[in-house]
């Protein structure tokens, strides 16, 4: 017999999340993605907690310290014939996030953007919408293949704060 779980309708009775239900749009994205963004999957950090260890007698233990620095939020997504999103992303950091491809950094408002996150329950109603304040960071690669399937790109971002 179970000490926690006492039956089966237990478990039935919960409204599951679900890892689908989700929608994420970048305003200022050129068309066809003006209003919607293409995204097969995103990983978007829930906390970041850092610790130090302590070192004694009989053994080390760790103690949380800090929250970590600046979290990133992971994008895979789908990318037109016509490489829309992949010129998008050059031109954001060769011109915005960079002076005209030069070391400068600008930290202007064009630096930062906007990526806009819609979860949605079970019953599609009122989604949990939060804007997150992001610029790109790493690499963006594309990648050919000889396989007739979809390329998807992945791309990370520093969330720089919420709304």
Do not use: C
Request: aromatic share 12%; net charge negative.
């Amino acid at each position: 017999m179970a000490l926690f779980l006492k039956d089966i309708e237990t478990v039935r009775a919960v409204d599951w999340g679900k890892a689908y239900l989700w929608d994420i749009m970048i305003p200022g994205t050129p068309a066809p993605f003006d209003s919607w963004f293409p995204a097969t999957d995103i990983e978007i950090p829930v906390f970041n907690v850092q610790s130090f260890t302590i070192e004694g007698a009989m053994g080390s233990y760790k103690i949380p310290q800090r929250v970590g620095g600046a979290p990133t939020m992971t994008l895979t997504f789908l990318d037109s014939d016509t490489h829309t999103l992949l010129n998008y992303f050059r031109d954001w950091i060769d011109n915005d996030v960079f002076l005209d491809g030069r070391t400068v950094v600008n930290w202007a408002e064009n630096a930062i953007r906007r990526v806009v996150v819609a979860k949605y329950d079970h019953t599609h109603s009122n989604p949990d919408i939060k804007v997150y304040y992001v610029y790109p960071e790493g690499e963006l690669k594309w990648h050919g293949s000889s396989e007739s399937s979809n390329e998807p790109l992945v791309v990370e971002l520093v969330i720089m704060g919420t709304d």
